[in-house]
């Protein structure tokens, strides 16, 4: 597609287009990029559903902003060698021609480290964790991003990155697979986020987020501190340092609740124990992504990262409505039945990761949601495009580097999650494959209600509608 300049394109006096100011939060005020290739997919459910009520609302999720994933090199140039998708050029193409008078951003997920996924296998990348491994993510995938983001062509598109979802969290957790402890010895994956952070700081309209995983993965006091120590370190030592990061993205791919509306105080007692002591929770006193975003700002705000850092939390798939949605506090005074009776998270294990059954979508996308002034939050956003798969758990022949994962094998009975069965989905495709029934779960189980305006419903007391 054709750039056409127009008025509205700011001209400095040099007749050079001026880039745009890079502002603290660059989903405010913005509209945001609706991928095509998403729509197209969510036709696909729309053609296969009879109810006339759940196309309805398939057809309301088909125009949200989605990310994208630049899961593979091949995803830089799309076309026939990546299922046929758009390529990052065409996704820009198209987001200067949604773009209205006001600013709009696109969003893309950086994900191609060497040795991806290291503590699982859905995912492994098509990278080994090698020199040569690390030579080819610099220059075949960074760099070419990198060429296409700061043509000037698109410096009126507000780009915003999610670096890396996993990487650092399975360098500070995961050390005793040795996968991930060759990921953090070889210093292979810290170099390749930090050559990312470094060509992106050069570009004023690119804005980094960095993948923070989730509460229910580091959001106990020790794993927060190692976590933050971890990132700092990295950062300090870019070209930028804190400056070349805008903030944290939190929950990517995840199902862990914005807002446990009925448990608001982990340290609370029930039966003479604390709250965070139940089964569920294991001792983590972070029970939901809005008190997880509210810690990890104040320790990093602490370890001398500037206070304006912000958080978007991916809330695709974290809304867990639905008949099974508890509608009040249990009154039991057992813990582990009043935490089960009184959670929204239907879960067995928060380490359950795989299209996790009884989940539906979250808060739809949007700027400075107004949840609590604590967690500095920036957008709500939906990272991972609900209705594409987390894994398979059988052999699928592929080119994508990914493997059979047992967590998603609904039979699996899985030691690593307290040993309780996953709970996945039967018969998934591969990771990020289309899946019609996830796809329909998620709409039919939204919470809020998908196309409901009453928007802040699963965020406790907050009563604005931002
Ligand atoms: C997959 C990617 C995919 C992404 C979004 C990841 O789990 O590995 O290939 O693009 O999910 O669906």
């Given amino acids: 597609m054709a750039f056409a300049m127009t008025a509205a394109f700011p001209v400095a006096a040099s007749g050079q287009p001026q880039a745009q100011a890079h502002v603290d939060n660059p989903f405010e005020g913005a509209s945001s990029y609706v991928n095509p290739d998403y729509s197209e997919n969510v036709q696909t459910s729309i053609d296969r559903t009879d109810s006339p009520e759940l196309r309805e609302r398939m057809r309301t999720v088909q125009s949200y902003p989605t990310a994208v994933w630049l899961d593979r090199i091949a995803a830089i140039e799309g076309g026939e060698d990546n299922g046929g998708r758009l390529g990052l050029r065409e996704h820009l193409d198209e987001a200067l021609a949604q773009k209205g008078s006001g600013p709009i951003t696109a969003s893309f997920v950086i994900y191609d480290l060497p040795g991806r996924d290291c503590a699982a296998l859905a995912s492994n990348g098509e990278l080994p964790l090698t020199q040569e491994g690390l030579r080819r993510y610099k220059n075949d995938y960074i760099d070419a991003i990198t060429e296409v983001f700061q043509d000037p062509k698109y410096d009126d598109v507000r780009i915003v990155t999610v670096i890396e979802p996993d990487g650092l969290p399975n360098l500070v957790t995961n050390l005793d697979d040795p996968e991930c402890a060759e990921a953090k010895s070889s210093g292979i994956q810290v170099e390749a986020v930090q050559y990312a952070l470094d060509r992106f700081h050069e570009i004023p309209n690119v804005y980094t987020y960095m993948d923070f995983a989730h509460s229910g993965w580091l959001g106990w006091n020790n794993n927060l501190t190692d976590s ?31 807002e446990e509306p009925f448990l608001n105080d982990p340290y609370g007692r029930v ?158 495709p591969l990771a990020g494959h289309w899946f019609h029934d996830q796809f329909t779960m998620l709409v039919e189980n939204a919470h809020p209600t998908v196309g409901s305006s009453d928007v802040n419903t699963n965020v406790g007391s907050s009563g604005d509608q931002g």
């Fill in 271 to 428: 039966g003479g124990q604390q709250i965070r002591s139940s089964q569920f929770y294991e001792w983590n006193p972070n029970f939901d992504e809005t008190d997880f975003a509210a810690d990890l700002h104040s320790e990093f705000v602490a370890r001398g990262w500037p206070s304006d850092i912000g958080t978007i939390i991916d809330t695709g798939r974290n809304g867990w409505g639905g008949p099974e949605r508890p509608t009040r506090e249990s009154s039991s005074n057992d813990l582990d039945t009043y935490v089960n009776e009184s959670k929204v998270d239907r879960r067995a294990h928060r380490g359950l990761w795989c299209n996790a059954s009884g989940a539906g979508m979250g808060q739809p996308p949007r700027a400075n949601p107004s949840v609590s002034a604590d967690a500095h939050l920036d957008a709500f956003v939906w990272i991972k495009p609900p209705g594409e798969s987390d894994g398979s758990s059988e052999e699928i022949p592929n080119n994508e580097g990914k493997s059979p994962d047992p967590m998603c094998d609904p039979d699996y009975v899985a030691p690593e999650a307290g040993n309780n069965p996953t709970g996945a989905l039967p018969d998934s």
């Fill in 228 to 258: 933050v120590g971890l990132y700092t370190d990295v950062v300090r030592e870019t070209e930028g340092g804190f400056a070349s990061v805008d903030g944290f993205a939190i929950n990517t791919a995840n199902y862990t609740p914005t």
